[in-house]
């Protein structure tokens, strides 16, 4: 479990300054040793790597956030000889790649964000406008390689969700979220009760209690930037959870 901290502007002192493209990750990257690495240089931004970021006509979500994140992420100290490419970024925890694309948002192009959503309840269009630096993030004290989790009555052996689960599951997750689930969590589980890792089949016919406690294990867990945010439409007062759309913030207009 972590400590959660909103995302401010770091005291330059520090081992995080954005003044020295010098970030911290919230969970890091682990070596062959299982040492953990959090910190990453990064680069400063251009256009070539914006159009990476908006890249639709070849790639998914997933496989452009790596492209661009390979070419953002300058260096990883401690790391020299890991080549800093696609499936580098690929390997990142989800929470790990939000927040390089929330402080580089902030670096270069500011702090403030406007988005424009659509009230599920009454149709409107509403304004949302935040600060990057509001949202709250929560940080690893030590990422693990794999977690054992007692769930339902079993003992799971599981690890965390990266950017290749990601792009294994998102287009599945915009036409059936139960079914990306199931795909996700027989990636994720590599042992339950000693039988090994379960296939999808198996998952699927699991008790929807363990399933639902699998999911919340996984929400406790995960690191990074908190994305969910709750406003009130203006228009109808109706209550909207809505989940931040990293992938289309990026440009200063929103
Ligand atoms: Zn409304």
């Known amino acids: 479990?972590?400590?959660?901290?909103?995302?401010?502007?770091p005291d330059e002192a520090g081992q995080e300054s954005l003044a020295g493209r010098r970030l911290l990750l919230p969970a890091g990257v682990l070596d062959a040793h299982g040492r953990v690495h959090r910190e990453v240089r990064v680069r400063e931004l251009t256009g070539a790597d914006e159009e990476a970021l908006f890249e639709r006509a070849t790639a998914s979500g997933a496989r452009r956030v790596n492209t661009f994140l390979a070419r953002?992420?300058?260096?990883?100290?401690?790391?020299?000889?890991?080549?800093?490419?696609?499936?580098?970024?690929?390997?990142?925890?989800?929470?790990?790649?939000?927040?390089?694309?929330?402080?580089?948002?902030?670096?270069?192009?500011?702090?403030?964000?406007?988005?424009?959503?659509r009230c599920p309840a009454c149709g409107a269009k509403v304004d949302v406008d935040l600060l990057i630096s509001e949202l709250p993030v929560r940080r690893l004290e030590q990422p693990r390689a794999s977690y054992e989790a007692q769930l339902g009555g079993s003992?799971?052996?599981l690890r965390l969700p990266d950017g290749e689960d990601q792009a294994a599951v998102e287009d599945l997750a915009m036409a059936n979220p139960?079914?990306?689930?199931?795909?996700?969590?027989?990636r994720l589980v590599q042992d339950i009760d000693g039988r090994g890792a379960p296939t999808e089949s198996e998952v699927r016919a699991?008790?929807?209690?363990?399933?639902a406690q699998l999911s919340a294990w996984l929400a406790a867990h995960l690191s990074g930037p908190?994305?969910?945010?709750?406003?009130?439409?203006?228009?109808?007062?109706?209550a909207?959870?809505?989940a931040f759309d990293l992938n289309a913030f990026f440009l200063p207009s929103g």
Request: glycine share 6%.
């Open 206 to 211: 699991w008790p929807a209690a363990l399933r």
């Open 240 to 242: 909207m959870s809505y």
């Open 72 to 117: 953002a992420i300058e260096s990883v100290p401690g790391l020299e000889d890991t080549p800093i490419d696609e499936a580098f970024a690929a390997g990142l925890q989800l929470g790990d790649r939000d927040y390089l694309l929330l402080r580089l948002r902030q670096m270069d192009l500011g702090d403030a964000v406007h988005q424009v959503v």
């Open 178 to 186: 139960a079914a990306a689930n199931t795909r996700l969590f027989a």
């Open 226 to 238: 908190d994305l969910f945010l709750d406003l009130g439409c203006p228009h109808c007062k109706a």
């Open 155 to 157: 003992t799971l052996r």
């Open 1 to 9: 479990m972590g400590m959660t901290e909103n995302l401010p502007l």
